[in-house]
């Protein structure tokens, strides 16, 4: 499936894309020209920049202008002439020249460059009285020390600048503003802009993030000011499509002549022709409210006390910017407000029939949206009407499903703050925080991103939810807060144990505002939560902590919610701990990182699967790669490989017995070819969350959480039904099905043979849209859900995506004939790409000592020489029998990181007491080779052979009960050719 070649954004980005784009003029140089006295009294005396600074900020408005300041006319004049400005304001009194004299010069030079008169004096000048007779002054403004008044003269020219196209490419809505009084217009526009700033971002959505409400504050509406009846006119006929509400004084100028009832015939004018659009007509005389009435006009008295929240009042209730409030036709509110879309659409599947008439019939819901920025959605509610409907209740079915729609796509691929007040549970994609995602969030974010903006995937695969569970990221600075709050940075230097450290970190004091909206989000959550470690280089490209971190699953079915929100703190301490466990420690000093540079964000994500009795878990979890590093028969290198089980994943990525096929060719299954193949390689064991309504004390180990389950016991359970066939002992056969007597076996033959769940060809076209969005081979953890409740349908969950580096694209390695012949280790399973000659030390598992029961043993034993050895800073090559890193003991050697951090290259051997196949899909595999540690298989199937008695005869350094370490006179020759998967050691 190839990816859409479209920019990575959603429906919903493609909004915000749009959003960036308006306002693209903006006013970021302003030249002042005025007398040393005036500059002066607005500077030192008004402090006028810093007071402009500051009153940006406090708006949360984009970046202030600068000013430079010029006390001639002349002076401005070679200004300009050396740089371009964005506006000029100047001071009526000028030592050489007039203002309307200087504006009119500029005009010469610049015509569209808005030139501002400010006056601080109160007394009118003639320019002031009649500015059609300053042609080189565009406004006058009166400066009464407010820097309010800076604000708008400067808002209130880019809305001009920007208009045409804003409303053009997005249908940004239009405010218009009727006032020819310089007095007047000083006092009521800095209120205007103000209001409506604070109510633009009053009702921005909670859900979104903090760069996406910066960015919908450009899609405010603009003001739009008019000085005349005629300008106002044609403002109004040439927005019109645009146009949210009309401001307008009484008296002003028409035809060139003071008319006392032009406000009142423009108003008029305007209802007759948009009978829905509200109007406000302001005046300094309290009668003329009468004729506001008339024309069914709110009114506000110019010299009222009570300006500014008469306004206010004029937005939040007429031109939408507050609550939706309900109302019958006689405007009786019914006792019901939506602050917000969920609460919109909820409310609007029970309101009377009259009162969602009434709304309709006026164009309330689209203006209420108008005022939210939601232009598409209003676009689209505005012309719909009861005509288009065989009935009101379709009318209202549709109204509400298309608000549902736009409210759930609008969230998607959006890494939204969690805000207790309003927080839509729709949402894929919350974060606590300011700080880092952390890498494994970054790519959780990046595929929900991607999986959006390739929509037609899920059309493919129809009946099926493709998903990212609901994720609450808890970012970098909650660590940060954590950790220096209670001191706890010396950790990373110390060297005690992981228990140890885990109480530390369990006995400290977590930060009140991350409890706090903890604890509002588990108010609403009430399902099982898989508690993740995201620090800032896990899932990295080249250095990858996969793994290392602890996760902890947690039932959250307690009905104390502080009990459970304890439980959670608990969880996230610990997670929190791992960051300065010996494992990451060891790891990070291999790779030449500080640990007490790392920081960890956590992941809250909701735990994919079904109850079955007390037992909690999902039908399959595996893990995909899009590289197979150990092709079979028609397997090829870059068609990949997928490792699933039963249950958790935890089964998966710990290396234990598990199914692994090629996406390609789900049916061929080198592990399972005879019966007895299937009989010894299948899963006999699987996690679970065992679900007891209460809240178990958690510990260092993550796995004490989890329930260890036989796959026998859940044979009346749903997913072994689906997943198993039956061992017949009389025939020596294996049904694929679980309607006869026998032995169940998990071999997923319905999903892999049959198709019932197309899993293959789902993974298949994932891997190829993730490897083709990272640029390099992906690796993902997944789980299916097959018993998904009631009517919902299956589901198939991403839970993680990261690079794989374990390919070096490095030089060409040539190994020859005679090499091959020569060598005292060959294989055709190798990992990397390499020449070594570092390692003259070899630790191995004496073939004769080793005891499968004993492989915990053993593990301690290469510990202890692996110490030795890095203190000694000397490399060494590993050899012993089956899966390094496996978390079953049965099936190799388990060994942690900190127990071999100083392996250069290992050696899986085979041995008759235990069989084993390859580990691609663990963490420990994906961290030896991200570090480009050469794994070598000895396969004798494969044509590989290891000289045990060239090994055996050599002296001992150390001879152990189960492991000798020997070292060389001179270091080995590695040579792995990564093109071909083959390696020799001379």
Known sequence: MALTKKPYFNDSDSRFKLFHELMARKVSDILLVSTPYDAWIMEDDCRLSERVVNEYRGLNLSQPPRMTWVSTAEEALAALDRKPFDMVITMPRLSDMGAAALGHKIKKKAPDLPVILLSHDTIPSPEMIEPDNAPGIDRTFVWSGNTDILVALIKSAEDRMNVAKDT???GVRVILFVEDSPYYLSSLLPILYRELVCQTQAVMEGTLNEEHRLVTMRARPKILVAGNY????????????????????????????????????????????????PLLLVSSEPANAAKAAMLSAAFVDKNSDTLHQDVRLFFKVYLGFGDFVFRMPDGTEIGCRASNLKALEQHLATIPEASFRYHCNRNDFSRWLFARTEMGLAAQVRPINDDDFTDLESHRRHLIEIIADRRKRRQKGIVADFETAGADFDTEFFKIGKGSLGGKARGLAFITSLLKQNNDFSQRYEGIDIVVPQTLVITTDGFESFVEDNQLRYLSKTDLPDEQIADIFVNSRFPEWIEA????????????????????????????YAGLYRTYMITNDCPDLERRLDHLIQAIKLVYASTYYQGPKAFSKRVGHRTEEEQMAVIIQKLMGSRYGDSFYPAISGVAQSHNYYPFARMKSEEGIVTIAMG???????????????????????????????????QRHFYALKMEGCCHSLAANDAASLWHRDVADAEDELPLQLLASTYVPDEHRIRDTVHIPGMRVLTFAHILKYNEFPLAA?????????????????????SVNLAAQGSLPPQFAFLQIRPMTARAELEQVNISTEEIENARCFSE??????????????IFVKPEAFDPGKTTLIASEIAKLNATLVNEQRKYLLVGPGRWGSADRWLGIPVNWSDISGVGAMIETESDKLVAEPSQGSHFFHNITTLGINYITVSKASGGRLDWDWLMSLPRQSDLTFVAHLRLEAPVTLKVDGRRSRCVII
């Open 230 to 277: 005629e300008e106002a006119l044609s403002l109004y006929e040439e927005y019109e499509a645009f146009v949210l509400g009309v401001i307008s004084d009484v008296r002003f100028s028409r035809n060139g002549v003071m008319d006392d009832t032009a406000g009142v015939d423009f108003l008029r004018h305007v209802r007759t022709q948009r009978f829905g659009i």
């Open 648 to 682: 958790l994943g935890k089964t998966v990525v710990e290396g234990e017995k598990t199914l692994r096929f090629s996406p390609c060719h789900p049916q061929l299954l080198p592990q399972r070819s005879t019966v007895e193949d299937i009989l010894e390689n299948a």
């Open 168 to 170: 053009a490419s997005a």
């Open 517 to 544: 909206k903890l604890r509002d989000y588990l108010a609403q959550v009430t399902y099982p939560l898989a508690i993740r470690s995201s620090s800032l280089l896990e899932d990295a490209q080249f250095r990858a």
């Open 829 to 842: 399973m190798a990992l990397g790409n390499a020449v070594k000659q570092d390692m003259a030390d070899i």
């Open 762 to 782: 789902i993974i298949k076209d994932l891997l190829k849209l993730g490897e083709q969005g990272m640029g390099c081979p992906v690796e993902m953890e997944f």
